[in-house]
């Protein structure tokens, strides 16, 4: 029997009179390709939620055509063009909005601070994409680990000072006819920290991280404040929420702090 034959039981009159704000797939996985900001393309594995709005009176949507979309070509995009990918849905669901969420390790080589050995660090992005109005907006997440010490326990102790490793997430938006790329804030989150991290470190490069954390105590209050103050100043971001977490060393809870910002 040909499909064209089989009842499309999804486009059925639906009496209930209940629009549905999103409906789609949620939790796949699919290979992608991610093209950096400077023009390099990386493999890795994205975890996708796909999803339009659905009419009052319309039973249900094709569920299909999120894989479709999917499995046609490469999946090839960068954080600037990722809006046709979200166009792409809302013009097959045939849907007045579209949104797609989309998780994925992104990975970025480094060289070791003293040997110069060269490693690949791995940060966790998600891709907020929304078409709603004729009007599509992307924002950008990151997670960055990093390293901070603390001052207060640097001011006290003989030797020494308890350091941790901290996660500061940056959720932002590019600003109307610009361009924000992950390793902008990656490298904004990185500066600011007591010291970045390495996947690889020799003794040498070991000894360099220990000491320059150790020059650069940092409070969780002040990791927020020195990277909002570059947040505030760069007119590529018209919004941001920057968050941090300290996991602490020498107490049973992590410290935190939260400053979010509607630039424009």
Do not use: W
């Amino acid at each position: 029997m040909k499909s064209c034959d089989l009842p499309d039981t999804q486009n059925n009159l639906d009496t209930r009179q209940i629009v549905i704000d999103r409906v789609g797939i949620k939790d796949i996985s699919h290979p992608i390709t991610y093209i950096d900001r400077d023009g390099n393309k990386s493999a890795t594995v994205g975890n996708f939620t796909m999803t339009v709005s659905l009419p009052e009176n319309v039973k249900g949507t094709h569920m299909s055509r999120f894989i479709e979309i999917l499995n046609e070509g490469s999946c090839e995009f960068s954080s600037s063009n990722f809006g046709k990918m979200i166009e792409k849905v809302r013009d097959r669901l045939e849907s007045k909005t579209a949104h797609i969420i989309l998780d994925f390790p992104f990975f970025r080589k480094k060289k070791a601070p003293s040997s110069g050995v060269e490693s690949l660090m791995d940060y966790q992005v998600t891709l907020y994409g929304s078409l709603d109005n004729n009007i599509t907006e992307v924002m950008i997440k990151v997670v960055v680990p990093v390293t901070s010490l603390c001052p207060c326990s640097k001011s006290i102790s003989k030797y020494g000072a308890h350091n941790q490793r901290s996660h500061i997430t940056i959720k932002a938006k590019a600003a109307a006819g610009k361009t924000l790329y992950i390793e902008d804030l990656i490298d904004l989150a990185e500066k600011k920290a007591s010291c970045e991290l390495y996947a690889i470190l020799k003794r040498e490069d070991e000894k360099v991280v220990t000491e320059r954390a150790y020059d650069n105590p940092a409070f969780v209050e002040d990791l927020v404040r020195d990277i909002a103050v570059d947040l505030n100043a760069n007119e590529n971001i018209s919004y941001y929420r920057l968050e941090s977490e300290n996991f602490e060393s020498i107490h049973n809870h992590s410290a935190y702090a939260l400053i979010e910002n509607q630039k424009c």
